[in-house]
């Protein structure tokens, strides 16, 4: 079966956005590095195949809703507790404190939704 990366893009920086992939091993290769999420997340969309059409804000919200989901219920179902890397410093497993995290992320981007709601009504 051929290997597949998955390209992605995070904020590294309060005004820079750098696309790139995570190794097997957990490292973060960069590719390039963007001033804008609309101009990584293009970026994204065309290192993972896609066409150079262009990604509306909602339509990105809309994947990166279901990108947390899924890979949440995944890292919470898909290890063995005997397999666990263990973050340096912390007894907390990795894929455990990921799964946290993206579950924070999830309800930090609901609640800013709506807070974002009431302050149009």
Known sequence: MPKTTAWIYIRSEPQLWTVGFYRPD?????????????????RVHWLNGG???ELTDHTLEKYIE????ALSVLLKRSYRPQDQVRMAGSQTPFVDHLAQRIDEIIRTREQVRRNQKREVA
């Open 26 to 42: 957990g490292t973060f290769e960069p590719d390039k590095d963007f001033p804008s999420a609309d101009e990584a997340a293009k």
């Open 66 to 69: 279901v990108i947390l989901a």
């Open 51 to 53: 066409k150079n059409a």
